[in-house]
């Protein structure tokens, strides 16, 4: 399209570069870009477009926004619709007609005409009115979300009104706490955010007060993003909602609350826990979300080496001992044990935890949430477990020399123990139990395999570009710069798609350490970490320093990031 542009006298070869500059630095279509710079007008465009592939060009500026009739929009999927930047625009003797980004492509038109039951007509468009269409017709839940706001802001305050039924305390709760929540925007927002989060793939919500404003952040990828958030009014309806929702009493504004909440979509059931906290200003909340969908994952393609995940594999087919998983708080602990639990959970076995909180209910699991206020300790239930006829045994965390000595003792008498610790690396494990007061033969004949983990974010895939490292860095990292001759070093620019942060996802880095028989005699001769460590390494273990340097060289990760999560 660039070079008819240019032939056609439409645009200049400088006016072309800057075009692809804009593309590269935005992520948006070449032809928005253009339009975008005022380069060149989107008729324009749309006409050399039109006339190159012999279709129609249809003026959008109208139906974006009106709108297309709903009997014609639902002949697309709006997934479908926004991935491939296209939507159906009108009917007419039995053919569909679609402005497409594309329209000359055959295999996306053959899609179109299988999904809609139709034959298709493809049409040329403006494609900032074709983005407008689309985000239109088919909004997001980022999208949904940014509406309701411009809403509530058009509206004004929502109306408080007081229950006449609720207890006689009602005028000491916040204010909004007792509104009618049947359709009350609170309602609304709250539904528009939950699912705007899950579709974003946040794993934690944040609605925090302040003196002025509200504030709406997600955790994605590890760094927390701010979003649209409505008037601070609506803070007290928000809370009370929340609490309706989680089953918590919305009158106790003075002490901290938990509960969960399970939200129902199409493509399954997404739960949530919450927490409340009282601050200066007001109940601070926060939604961790727990998706069960990303428990069946296949730790090689989160970034488990091969030879680290047949070391590990081959630890949890042992009938007894324990697998332990360390790093510190956020580096996927928990989601690499509740994997292992959906891998090994089976008629045929009996599986009991003791957890705090419990993150994910697992039908087949006997899942304990371990309550101190009442003595149900890890160590109590853990107590309790040996008498239930365990196979396996998942204690949440490993606190105490009683936890410890109980799961010892537990792994040495013919049951798979797995748990976790907060250690640096996976040497560090074995002296840390030694430390706590675990005697050394014990720990040594006890332990099958220790694993620590870190996550890194991933170089965006949309905007990622070819990047160097001075040898100095490389050095600095702990890599020979020959190394890195024939490396792919990526670094992401920022575009819609990442929310302009040059990353998207994220993968582990693993240490898995097997208790060879040299490393069990270590533990026993009481040998401080580092002569573990470095026994490991002679029989191949991958530090989590060197598995973050193989990530950084095939360009899934950055160097800064693996430096952030891992030391020398």
Same mark, same amino acid.
């Given at each position: 399209?660039?070079?008819?542009?240019?032939?056609?006298g439409?645009?200049?070869?400088?006016?072309?570069?800057?075009g692809?500059?804009?593309?590269?630095?935005?992520?948006?279509?070449?032809?928005?870009?253009?339009?975008?710079?005022g380069?060149?007008?989107?008729?324009?465009?749309?006409?050399?477009?039109?006339? %190159?592939?012999?279709?129609?060009?249809?003026?959008?500026?109208?139906?974006?926004?009106?709108?297309?009739?709903?009997?014609?929009?639902h002949?697309?999927?709006?997934?479908?619709?926004?991935?491939?930047?296209?939507?159906?625009?009108?009917?007419?003797?039995?053919?569909?007609?679609?402005?497409?980004?594309?329209?000359?492509n055959?295999?996306?038109?053959?899609?179109?005409?299988?999904?809609?039951?139709?034959?298709?007509?493809?049409?040329?468009?403006?494609?900032?009115?074709?983005?407008?269409?689309?985000? /239109?017709?088919y909004?997001?839940?980022?999208?949904?979300?940014?509406?309701?706001?411009?809403?509530?802001?058009?509206?004004?305050?929502?109306e408080?009104?007081?229950?006449?039924?609720?207890?006689d305390?009602?005028?000491?709760?916040?204010?909004?706490?007792?509104?009618?929540?049947?359709?009350?925007?609170?309602?609304?927002?709250?539904?528009?955010?939950?699912?705007?989060?899950?579709?974003?793939?946040?794993?934690?919500?944040?609605?925090?007060?302040?003196?002025?404003?509200?504030?709406?952040?997600?955790?994605?990828?590890?760094?927390?993003?701010?979003?649209?958030?409505?008037?601070?009014? $609506?803070?007290?309806? +928000? &809370?009370?909602?929340?609490?309706?929702?989680?089953?918590?009493n919305?009158?106790?504004r003075?002490?901290?609350?938990d509960?969960?909440?399970? %939200?129902?979509?199409?493509?399954?059931?997404?739960?949530?826990?919450?927490?409340?906290?009282?601050?200066?200003?007001?109940?601070?909340?926060?939604?961790?979300?727990?998706?069960?969908?990303t428990?069946?994952?296949?730790l090689?393609a989160?970034g488990?080496?091969?030879?680290?995940?047949?070391?590990?594999?081959?630890?949890?087919?042992?009938?007894?001992?324990?697998?332990?998983?360390?790093?510190p708080?956020? &580096?996927?602990?928990?989601?690499?044990?509740?994997?292992?639990?959906?891998?090994l959970?089976?008629?045929?076995?009996?599986?009991?935890?003791?957890?705090d909180?419990?993150?994910?209910?697992?039908?087949?699991?006997?899942?304990?949430?371990?309550?101190?206020?009442?003595?149900?300790?890890?160590?109590?239930?853990?107590? &309790?477990?040996?008498?239930?006829?365990?196979?396996?045994?998942?204690?949440?965390?490993?606190?105490?020399?009683?936890?410890?000595?109980?799961?010892?003792?537990?792994?040495?008498?013919?049951? +798979?123990?797995?748990?976790?610790?907060?250690?640096?690396?996976?040497?560090?494990?074995?002296?840390?139990?030694?430390?706590?007061?675990?005697?050394?033969?014990?720990?040594?004949?006890?332990?099958?395999?220790?694993?620590?983990? /870190?996550?890194?974010?991933?170089?965006?895939?949309?905007?990622?570009?070819?990047t160097?490292?001075?040898? /100095?860095?490389?050095?600095?990292?702990?890599?020979?710069?020959?190394e890195?001759?024939?490396?792919?070093?990526?670094?992401?620019a920022?575009?819609?798609?990442?929310?302009?942060?040059?990353?998207?996802?994220?993968?582990?880095?693993?240490?898995? $350490?097997?208790? &060879?028989?040299?490393?069990?005699? +270590?533990a +026993?001769?009481?040998?401080?970490?580092?002569?573990?460590?470095?026994?490991?390494?002679?029989?191949?273990?991958?530090?989590?320093?060197?598995?973050?340097?193989?990530?950084?060289? /095939?360009?899934?990760?950055?160097?800064?990031?693996?430096?952030?999560?891992?030391?020398?």
């Amino acid at each position: 399209m660039l070079a008819e542009l240019t032939s056609r006298g439409a645009i200049t070869t400088d006016q072309a570069e800057q075009g692809l500059a804009e593309r590269a630095r935005s992520g948006m279509r070449l032809g928005y870009c253009l339009a975008a710079l005022g380069i060149a007008s989107e008729a324009a465009i749309a006409g050399v477009v039109g006339e %190159v592939m012999g279709v129609q060009v249809l003026e959008l500026n109208g139906q974006a926004a009106s709108g297309v009739p709903d009997s014609v929009a639902h002949r697309v999927p709006g997934t479908f619709a926004h991935r491939n930047f296209l939507c159906p625009v009108s009917s007419r003797a039995g053919r569909l007609v679609v402005a497409m980004g594309e329209p000359d492509n055959l295999r996306l038109v053959e899609d179109l005409e299988f999904i809609a039951g139709m034959e298709i007509e493809p049409a040329a468009a403006g494609e900032m009115a074709l983005l407008e269409l689309i985000e /239109r017709q088919y909004p997001t839940p980022e999208v949904a979300v940014t509406r309701l706001i411009e809403e509530l802001d058009e509206v004004g305050k929502p109306e408080v009104r007081s229950d006449p039924s609720g207890p006689d305390d009602r005028d000491d709760l916040p204010r909004g706490a007792w509104v009618e929540l049947g359709d009350e925007p609170a309602v609304r927002f709250i539904d528009e955010m939950l699912e705007s989060a899950i579709s974003r793939g946040a794993s934690d919500i944040h609605i925090e007060p302040y003196e002025r404003e509200l504030r709406v952040r997600y955790r994605i990828d590890g760094a927390l993003q701010q979003v649209s958030a409505p008037p601070l009014e $609506m803070a007290a309806s +928000l &809370s009370s909602r929340l609490k309706i929702m989680a089953n918590l009493n919305i009158a106790e504004r003075r002490l901290p609350q938990d509960g969960r909440i399970k %939200v129902t979509r199409p493509d399954g059931a997404v739960d949530m826990r919450v927490s409340t906290l009282p601050t200066l200003s007001g109940e601070k909340i926060v939604l961790r979300v727990l998706d069960r969908g990303t428990l069946a994952m296949d730790l090689g393609a989160f970034g488990m080496g091969r030879r680290a995940e047949r070391e590990f594999m081959t630890a949890l087919e042992d009938p007894h001992g324990m697998v332990l998983v360390t790093g510190p708080t956020g &580096s996927g602990k928990t989601t690499t044990l509740y994997s292992v639990l959906a891998r090994l959970n089976t008629d045929g076995v009996n599986i009991q935890t003791a957890e705090d909180p419990v993150e994910y209910n697992m039908t087949g699991v006997n899942q304990v949430q371990v309550r101190p206020a009442i003595g149900l300790t890890f160590a109590a239930a853990l107590r &309790s477990f040996l008498r239930q006829d365990p196979d396996i045994v998942l204690v949440g965390e490993i606190r105490d020399l009683e936890t410890a000595s109980i799961a010892v003792k537990a792994a040495l008498t013919g049951h +798979l123990v797995l748990s976790t610790l907060h250690t640096n690396d996976a040497a560090s494990t074995v002296t840390r139990l030694v430390d706590m007061g675990v005697e050394p033969f014990n720990a040594a004949a006890a332990i099958n395999l220790v694993t620590a983990q /870190r996550l890194v974010r991933c170089v965006c895939g949309n905007c990622s570009r070819e990047t160097r490292y001075l040898p /100095r860095a490389l050095r600095e990292a702990g890599m020979d710069p020959a190394e890195a001759s024939g490396a792919r070093f990526r670094r992401g620019a920022g575009c819609d798609a990442c929310g302009l942060t040059g990353f998207s996802g994220r993968r582990g880095l693993y240490e898995v $350490m097997p208790m &060879s028989r040299a490393i069990r005699q +270590l533990a +026993l001769d009481r040998a401080p970490a580092h002569q573990i460590k470095q026994r490991a390494v002679e029989e191949g273990m991958v530090t989590l320093r060197r598995d973050g340097l193989k990530k950084a060289v /095939r360009g899934t990760t950055t160097l800064e990031e693996v430096l952030r999560v891992t030391s020398a």
